[in-house]
């Protein structure tokens, strides 16, 4: 009887690792994807204030079609991303687009002067660091989900129930990995 009992209780005691094991897995796939929505609302919000920053410069700056081009496609690539690595990508082209749009700016004055879009620009600026911050979180989320998947013991659960690794939010433009040059 007492050898049933040992049996039976390193059964329960398995069955309870399993549960634990599997909960705490889907607990951080659901963190990561909450993290990726996070990102996902600060973009949307960005890619809802680039046409209204292109507009009110179109009236200043009638001879920059290619700059709003580049920018109006961009940002329909980044719209139309279906997956982190994606996204990444195309949110690299958009921040290239943006830089140039940027420095094509500095050349007119009156734009710059602009109360609309001077408000415009600042409102960029805040998403930007909000979207920083959040591709932060992402990353963070990512990494322990990742670390969880490939870690002894719970790396048998997330192969018996597919656990997949999630991709990090990378800077694909190697520019941008640059420290910026300051001259006085």
Not at 64 to 84: L, P
Not at 132 to 156: H, L, T, V
């Given at each position: 009887?007492?050898?049933?009992?040992?049996?039976?209780?390193?059964?329960v005691?398995?069955?309870?690792?399993?549960?634990?094991?599997?909960?705490?897995?889907?607990?951080?796939?659901n963190?990561?994807?909450?993290?990726?929505?996070?990102?996902?609302?600060?973009?949307?919000?960005?890619?809802?204030?680039?046409?209204?920053?292109?507009?009110?410069?179109?009236?200043?700056?009638?001879?920059?079609?290619?700059?709003?081009?580049?920018?109006?496609?961009?940002?329909?690539?980044?719209?139309?991303?279906?997956?982190?690595?994606?996204?990444?990508?195309?949110?690299?082209?958009?921040?290239?687009?943006?830089?140039?749009?940027?420095?094509?700016?500095?050349?007119?004055?009156?734009?710059?002067?602009?109360?609309?879009?001077?408000?415009?620009?600042?409102?960029?600026?805040?998403?930007?660091?909000k979207?920083?911050?959040?591709?932060?979180?992402?990353?963070?989320?990512?990494?322990?989900?990742?670390n969880?998947?490939?870690?002894?013991?719970?790396?048998?659960?997330?192969?018996?129930?597919?656990?997949?690794?999630?991709?990090?939010?990378?800077?694909?433009?190697?520019?941008?990995r640059?420290?910026?040059?300051?001259?006085?």
């Amino acid at each position: 009887m007492l050898p049933w009992l040992i049996i039976g209780g390193v059964v329960v005691l398995l069955i309870i690792f399993l549960i634990a094991a599997y909960n705490s897995l889907v607990r951080l796939r659901n963190q990561v994807d909450n993290a990726w929505s996070q990102i996902d609302v600060q973009l949307k919000r960005r890619h809802d204030l680039i046409p209204n920053l292109v507009e009110t410069a179109k009236g200043y700056m009638k001879h920059e079609r290619e700059t709003f081009e580049a920018i109006t496609e961009a940002r329909s690539k980044a719209m139309g991303a279906n997956n982190v690595s994606e996204a990444s990508k195309a949110e690299g082209q958009l921040n290239d687009a943006l830089s140039k749009f940027m420095l094509v700016v500095e050349n007119y004055p009156d734009l710059k002067a602009n109360q609309n879009f001077l408000s415009l620009q600042e409102t960029l600026t805040s998403t930007e660091n909000k979207i920083a911050f959040a591709r932060q979180g992402y990353n963070d989320q990512a990494m322990f989900f990742n670390n969880k998947i490939e870690m002894f013991p719970s790396n048998i659960i997330a192969g018996m129930f597919n656990f997949k690794k999630r991709d990090y939010f990378e800077i694909e433009n190697e520019a941008e990995r640059q420290a910026p040059k300051v001259n006085f």
